[in-house]
């Protein structure tokens, strides 16, 4: 999809505004995930396309209007620098991000922990909008068109064969039904919890 992004960078040093390969404006020291200036020269651009946010290498689409989940911010990218600097979190080969939102923190962690590469990753929310902005936003991260994925469903969980070997899972609905009795490495419950058992 042809997007505008708002990318900081890992380190949190600067902030650009991406269009395709070509930056179109940069800003340092960014203390937003979407800093005004580049708001601003945003809204001088002739074309419209729509916009996405994001840390390194990893996107999540901005909430449309009727979507019930938060803008990433910038205790998203903490939380991701968080995961990335702990050896028992990187070691995971099994994943869940429950009340994913937009599904920044699985996706990115899916996108960067190499033992998750051909491990599982399973997403989790109350609400349709979550899963399917989570979906969309895998698909983009990796490079994938809804055309070549296969997805299959049983009941409200659809699963996805993923990049390389991942497999993948959206699950819409309470996680405390749809994820019960699940046997996962690490557990991400943003903005508010993370459990991981010894690896
Ligand atoms: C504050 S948002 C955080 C979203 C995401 N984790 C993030 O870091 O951006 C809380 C999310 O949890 C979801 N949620 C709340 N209670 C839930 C439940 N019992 N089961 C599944 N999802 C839930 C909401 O729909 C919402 O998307």
């Known amino acids: 999809m042809d997007t505008y992004k ?28 979407f800093e005004p200036g580049l708001a601003d020269q945003l809204r001088k651009q002739t074309t419209r396309k729509p916009v996405v946010v994001g840390y390194d290498n990893t996107i999540s689409f901005l909430p449309g209007q ?13 939380l991701a620098d968080t995961l990335s600097n702990n050896d028992n979190i990187r070691k995971a080969k099994s994943l869940v991000d429950l009340g994913c939102g937009s599904g920044f923190s699985g996706n990115y962690a899916a996108k ?7 491990g599982r990753i399973v997403f989790g929310d109350l609400f349709p909008e979550s899963i399917n902005a989570t979906l969309n ?36 609905g309470d996680v405390n039904r749809t994820m019960y009795g699940d046997n996962v490495d690490v557990a991400i419950a943003s903005p508010i919890y993370i459990y991981s058992r010894d690896l």
């Open 6 to 33: 708002i990318i900081t960078s890992k380190g949190l040093k600067t902030q650009d505004l991406v269009d395709g390969d070509r930056v179109i404006s940069s800003v340092e020291g960014p203390v937003s995930s």
């Open 112 to 118: 960067n922990f190499e033992r998750l590469q051909d």
């Open 137 to 172: 936003s895998y698909l983009a991260n990796n490079g994938l068109s809804p055309e070549e994925i296969q997805i299959t469903q049983n009941g409200n969980t659809f699963s996805v064969r993923g990049r390389g070997n991942q497999k993948m899972e959206f699950r819409v």
């Open 66 to 78: 009727h979507d019930r989940f938060p803008t990433v911010s910038m205790a998203h990218f903490f």
